[in-house]
C-alpha cells in the first residue's frame, strides 16, 4: 500500500511589503479578473461583433465590483445568514475568508446588465464572450483554496494514490477536493467553451455559450461536491445532498432555458464594423 501524502506546508502569504501581506487567495482573484479581461478583448472582436476592447478594459471596474460585493454578500446570506444578522460587523470582515461562488456569479450578472444597459450593448452576447474567460478565475481560485489547505474532500481510501492528510482535516487521508474542482470547473471548462465559441455560428446564437456555461459548471460541481466536505455550520441537506448542488438546481435550469431560447431567435448581426478596426472572423 502506497504512503498517504501529507498536504504541503504551504505558506497562504506569497510575500510581505512591511506590513503589508500579498495572499494566495486574493493573487488569484486578481490574475483571474485581469487575464478573463485580457481574452475579453479578443473575444467582443470576434463576428458578429458584442462590443469593443475599450468597452472590456471599462468592464474591468464593474465585474471586480460584481465578484467582490457579490461573492461576499452570497456567502453571507446562502451559508451563514443567521450569524452575520446577529454580528453585522463581520460581513465585512472578509479577511476571514467567505466567498460563494453563486453570490459571485449574481453579483457578475447583475453588473453585466448595468454595464449592456448603460452602453447600449445586447447583453447575452456579452454575457456569451465574458463566461468563456470565466473559469480561468475559477480554476485559479480552487488552487488557492489548496494552497491554503481549506475546503478539502470527504474521507477517501488510503489506497487512493493521492489522497491527502490536511492539517485542519484531522488524521484521515481525504480527497483533494480543490484539485477536482480546479481541473473541472476552471481547466476543462475553460476547453470546452473557448473551443465551442470559436464558431460563428454559435456565437451568432447569443444566450448559447452562457447556457453551456450555466450547464457546465452546474454539471461539474455538483460531481465535484460528491468528493468535498461540506461546511462544518450545514452539513448535508435533506436527502444527502450539499447546499452547493441545492444551489446549483437552478442554474442548470436556467442554462437549459437560454440554449433552448438561443436556438429560436433571430440570428445575432453585431455592432457595425468600424471602419479602421475589421472584427475578427474565426
Known sequence: MLPVLMFPQFDPVLVHFGPLAVRWYALSYILGIVLGIM??????????RAGTTELADDFLTWVTIGVLLGGRLGYVLFYQPSYYLSHPVSILEVWHGGMSFHGGALGVITAMVLFTWRYKLNFLAFADRVTVAV????????????INGELWG???????????????????????????????????????LFTISRRQSVRERPGYLAGIFLIGYGCARSFCE????????????????????????????????LIVNARRQPIYTGLPEPQDQPAEQN
Open 135 to 146: 473559469p480561468i478565475g475559477l480554476g485559479l481560485g480552487r488552487l488557492a483554496n489548496f
Open 154 to 192: 470527504r474521507e477517501a481510501p488510503a489506497s487512493l494514490p493521492w489522497a491527502m492528510i490536511f492539517p485542519t482535516g484531522g488524521p484521515v487521508p481525504r480527497h483533494p477536493s480543490q484539485l477536482y474542482e480546479s481541473l473541472t470547473e476552471g481547466l476543462l471548462l475553460f476547453l470546452i
Open 226 to 257: 460528491f468528493f468535498r466536505e461540506p461546511d462544518s455550520f450545514l452539513g448535508y441537506l435533506p436527502g444527502g445532498i450539499t447546499m452547493g448542488q441545492l444551489l446549483c438546481l437552478p442554474m442548470l435550469a436556467a442554462g437549459l432555458v
Open 39 to 48: 481574452l475579453l478583448r479578443k473575444l467582443l472582436l470576434l463576428r458578429p
